[in-house]
């Protein structure tokens, strides 16, 4: 069964604390992604990661910085977490060409108070 | 660089009525590949419909949507609004480059 994980699924951090998000996928693909879902901004690429340690920047990954040292296995690691970092963070994997949909994960809600 | 609008952010519709959701999209690459993803609530997000050759209606679930090139426009459609189908929905462009953009979004509420 084709899948992706995350854990936790929700996270409550104190301002200035640091978070891990993990992601993992069963599916073998090369390309994984990190995701910030804000209501009225849609989903936005912090980071994505093309197979293990080529990763590059999103669209916003001030703030984040992401690891993959295994094919299945991407994460999210805010240093000294903000509390404009208060989100929901979606993790999702694809293969490698254009025509490919994404697979998402079941999401983590990150509050930073 | 490329871009994708989606001009509703909220679609609230009686059930029964027809569904269309805007999807508008900018790039400079010929051929892109224009995808439509769900999201209801508490699940994840998955694909809906992925956009074939130009002016090519594609389905799935009932909906539909056609890529026109000629004014750059995948709208998502769908003939009888459900209940069931109330959700987050958004477009997405795929070109060349490294990664699929994604709109904004736009909920859709169905309503009694």
């Known amino acids: 069964d084709m899948k992706v994980t995350q854990m936790p699924r929700y996270l409550i951090k104190r301002m200035g604390e640091n978070v891990l998000l993990e992601c993992g996928q069963d599916?073998?693909?090369?390309?994984m992604y990190w995701y910030r879902q804000d209501p009225g901004l849609g989903l936005q690429l912090i980071y994505i990661?093309?197979?293990?340690?080529?990763?590059s920047e999103g669209d916003i990954p001030k703030g984040y910085r992401v690891s993959r040292k295994k094919r299945e296995h991407f994460s999210l690691i805010l240093d000294s977490a903000k509390t404009n970092q208060t989100s929901v963070y979606f993790c999702?994997?694809?293969?490698?060409?254009?025509?490919?949909?994404?697979?998402f994960g079941p999401g983590t809600r990150l509050t930073v108070l | 660089g490329d871009s994708v609008t989606q001009t509703e952010g909220l679609v609230t519709l009686t059930e029964g009525l027809p569904v269309m959701l805007n999807c508008t999209y900018q790039?400079?690459?010929?051929?892109?590949?224009l995808f439509w993803y769900v999201h209801y609530l508490n699940e994840s997000p998955r694909l809906l419909l992925k956009?074939?050759?130009?002016?090519k209606r594609t389905e799935h679930q009932g909906f539909h949507a056609t890529l026109h090139k000629s004014s750059s426009s995948f709208h998502l459609q769908k003939s009888s609004a459900q209940l069931s189908d109330s959700a987050l929905y958004y477009c997405?462009?795929?070109?060349?480059?490294?990664?699929?953009?994604f709109g904004t979004g736009t909920k859709l509420q169905v309503v009694p």
């Open positions: 999702a994997s694809s293969l490698g060409g254009r025509s490919y949909e994404q697979y």
């Open positions: 599916m073998s693909h090369e390309t």
């Open positions: 990661s093309y197979d293990v340690d080529s990763n």
């Open positions: 790039t400079i690459y010929s051929n892109p590949f």
């Open positions: 956009s074939s050759t130009d002016n």
């Open positions: 997405a462009l795929r070109n060349s480059g490294t990664y699929q953009r």
